[in-house]
């Protein structure tokens, strides 16, 4: 009997009880199915956190001082030295200071307590990849001047001024600023969002907070090459601290590939307890082939009496097995994109099955009812013809 044979007899047997094939399959569809969801769901929260992280610029270095219990120090001029020094490596470089405080309009009716107010360089919209929509960024003259200049996000220009900013001014901590640029949409320009955000020179910032500049954000001309900036960043200020307790230093690309690996690890774990279904439904395929095997006993004697061999047997019921669990399989991957893909839009995230999981998952059911299937079809190749057709 050839495979083409034995695969419409296998047809033919699941047709002609469609309600125990279908409970018989139910397992692998519910494993298949379960595989695809949780592998899905979890790739398209990788890839929407990992998307979070490249807009941050998976290229850039957070470096923080706080040289607390060290009588030395390092200033701002001592990184900028750095930074020239190695222009092959570095893209940029600015200091960052964080203003607490609170944002008004010009006459004091309205306040943004939620605002983020950040000193910065004339660099760091090159660092981070930001455009703008209108005006310009903070310049070098307005750092050298420590001028009150600020550039707002798309939710004060929008809420304060009605979209036209330019040249209008907003009080920080009670400070006249005068607006110079408008920020390109981020986010969704609401409330705490990251438009809801203002730019001033890092200077002037330093000025306000009575305090040493202690952060600063450095970017790479390219990823690969943040192990090198981080070995020059480091190399710097152990040689001035003598101790990596004073200072930290922050590759974003290696957060990035620390929350892959995480979240790797959390899907393979998933899958594993997903991969249970599948057992148990290979169990339950073992066990409906075994009452098929008792069902058709005289079948079996009647084939060996006419010259069927054992291997003939033994491919037929393997292949009638093979094919319930690929048909499980196929049903649970149409059911498991179809869940994935509307609870990706519920979720919010892009939720499509990869091909490699559908492929993969296909494999392991099919993989599952000829390995299943096999105990069945040896215990019917085995049977004895005479007593196969004595069976009643």
Known sequence: ?????AFKLALKSLASSKMRAFLTMLGIIIGVGSVIILVSLMQGMTGEVTSMFEDMGTNTLSVSITGRGSSRTVD??????????????FLGMSPTVSVNGTVKTSTDSDSFDSTTITGVSEQYAEIKGYALNDGRFISYTDLQARGKVAVVGTYIANTVFSGKAIGETIKINGNAFSVVGVMEEQDDSTEGSADDCLYIPYTTASKMTFGAISSFTFATKDVSLNTQATNLIDNALYSVFQNENYYNISDMQEIVSSMEEMTGMMTMVLVGIAGISLLVGGIGIMNIMLVSVTERTREIGIRKSLGAKRRDIMRQFVIEAGTTSALGGVIGIVFGAVVAVVLGNVIGINAEPSVSAVLISFGVSVFIGIFFGFMPANKAAKLNPIDALRYD
């Not at 001592?78 to 930074?83: G, H, K, P, R, S």
């Open 1 to 5: 009997m050839g495979f083409t044979q």
């Open 76 to 89: 701002v001029d001592d990184l900028y030295e750095l930074y020239e020094e190695n222009t092959d490596v």
